[in-house]
């Protein structure tokens, strides 16, 4: 059989199961700018279905395998499984089939550089820094939310040597990539429906981080206990000591600072997004661009126009004199430095509505979540968005709303949407959280 590499070559047919989803339709678009003849299916129409049809990538709306006939090479997402309808008609044909982590994998191949981020959060956030700073050097990028630098969507093809992307530790999906840099930002307990706990999680950053090879760079976060466990014995450019924020500014929540490198000062940031994590971002995005040959010119530019991504602390709006913003945060930890961030900026009261994202998640962390949404002047709790679980029938968002005092169990959308317009005043803060379809309350509030 040709290698993977060859299949992935100009003039080759490619056909993607769930080209719908964030990173199957970035790589149906990057895997078109190469020069393959692309085709896809998904399960049900989106935007991004139809933004792959505008471009002429032919999308069907179900899995007939109308496409697959003549095609070289078959991607699935991580949801095709077995038994699905056309991974077993391409077996059938003979066809060869590779994960979407594979074929990221194979097309980092092509890129001198290929910096992957890592960490349980703010991997979007980093990338999408790194891609205002990157910008003169036209790099291709993959990163799960929209950016208004590219259009509003999350992934470009460049034509640069560069490749810029999220990795995520779902599944091990990130060792299969091909990091000439990797960068890890946090290890937090997530994700465990797949990780048996913390430590086997650790585990699995220190095998991506591994994936370096020799000349390339590890970039990590030297304030997180976790991360230096994962890189014990390996060689880092280390965050916090290394590369450093010197001269702190707070402006409101929003900090200016000066980016270090071994105590030489390289780049000057005046961050336009809020929160001491975002510090952090900065300098990791900072770190991962010099280290590839960016200028200290490029970092202070590139810092100094970000305005974030998509559904990170993303300003939605104004209802009843109130802000609405909306936030992806679905881990205690997140929901916890989000609110730090908020309470910075001057409101009066900062409220939040938060619909929890996956059973599993809720029951392992259950006090954890409590005691993050404790923080909040009310906490609106909406039905716990089930993603890939079935409901166990043993956990549910009525029972965090018993743990915490002043909250509001709201279950629908409708209903959450009609209690907080009897609630908000003037100079109140409302986060909605999750990484569900808790955005449409936003929505649905701004109106």
Partial sequence: METFSALLGAGRRAHLIGAGGVSMSALAEVLSGRGLLVTGSDRQDSDAVRRLISLGIPVEIGESGRYLPGSDVVIRTAAAREDNPEVIRAQELGIPLLERADAWGELMRGYAKSICVAGTHGKTTTTGMLTHIAEDADPTVMLGGRLPLLGGIGHRVGAGDM?????????????????????????????????????????????????????????????????????????????????????????????SFTV?????????????????FNVKNALAAAAAALANGLTGDDVTRGLNSFTGTGRRMEYRGRVNGADVYDDYAHHPSAIAATLTAARAMGYKRVLCVFQPHTYTRTKALFREFCEALRGFDRAY????????????????????????????????????????????????????????????????LIL
Avoid at 197 to 202: N, R, S, Y
Avoid at 204 to 223: C, D, E, H, Q, Y
Avoid at 229 to 251: M, N, P, T, Y
Wanted: glycine share 10%; charged share 25%.
């Fill in 163 to 255: 490749i810029l992307a999220e990795a995520c530790e779902y599944h091990n999906s990130y060792h299969r990539f091909r990091p000439t840099t990797a960068v890890l930002l946090n290890i937090d307990e997530d994700h465990l429906d797949f990780f048996s706990g913390l430590e086997e999680l650790i585990m699995s950053f220190r095998t991506f981080a591994k994936l370096v090879p020799p000349g390339g760079f590890v970039i990590a976060n030297g304030t997180d206990e976790n991360v230096r466990k994962a890189l014990i014995g390996i060689d880092a450019l280390w965050l916090g000591s290394d590369v450093r924020a010197e001269d702190l500014r707070d402006d409101r929540g929003r900090y």
């Fill in 260 to 276: 270090t490198v071994y105590g030489k000062a390289v780049a000057e940031a005046r961050l336009r997004v809020p929160g001491m």
């Fill in 381 to 444: 709790l909406a039905d716990i968005y089930a993603a890939r679980e079935n409901d166990p029938g043993d956990i549910h968002s009525k029972m965090l709303a018993q743990q915490i005092p002043g909250s509001v169990y709201t279950g629908t959308h409708g209903k959450t949407v009609d209690a907080v317009l009897n609630d908000l005043q003037p100079g109140d803060m409302l986060m909605t959280m999750g990484a569900g379809d808790v955005d449409g309350v936003a929505a649905r």
